[in-house]
Nanobody, 126 residues
Framework: QVMFVESGGDLVQSGDSLRLSCAVP????????TGWFRQTPGEEREGVAV????????YYADSVKGRFTISKDSATNTVYLQMNSLKPDDTGVYYCAANLLRTRATAPINHEFAYWGQGTQVTVSS
């Protein structure tokens, strides 16, 4: 069974940095774009960043551009999200998932992604 496992979330202060990890054992990162999303109660899940399978393409939401960096290590089947200059608005549960329809990073459409992990909580205090 494919299971994405997110980790690295924490309670931090505004301006701090975090690196989230998404372990994807048994899943090849060479064939699918992979994305990070975040969600707060009562709101739609928001696409934060996407990385392409092999073409080096990336997508970032305007709200995180210049602060967040998505990367991956195919050797360890791990996707990372480096988050710098965190703001209270970055608070939420962060999920990773794979786009089963695309190999290139594009503005994410939620229903195209699958294998959502359980999420990791990021809380940024002011």
């Amino acid at each position: 069974q494919v299971m994405f496992v997110e980790s690295g979330g924490d309670l931090v202060q505004s301006g701090d940095s975090l690196r989230l990890s998404c372990a994807v054992p048994g899943f090849s990162l060479q064939y699918y774009a992979t994305g990070w999303f975040r969600q707060t109660p009562g709101e739609e899940r928001e696409g934060v960043a996407v990385i392409g399978a092999t073409d080096g393409s990336t997508y970032y939401a305007d709200s995180v551009k210049g602060r967040f960096t998505i990367s991956k290590d195919s050797a360890t089947n791990t996707v990372y999200l480096q988050m710098n200059s965190l703001k209270p608005d970055d608070t939420g549960v962060y999920y990773c998932a794979a786009n089963l329809l695309r190999t290139r990073a594009t503005a994410p459409i939620n229903h195209e992604f699958a294998y959502w992990g359980q999420g990791t909580q990021v809380t940024v205090s002011s």
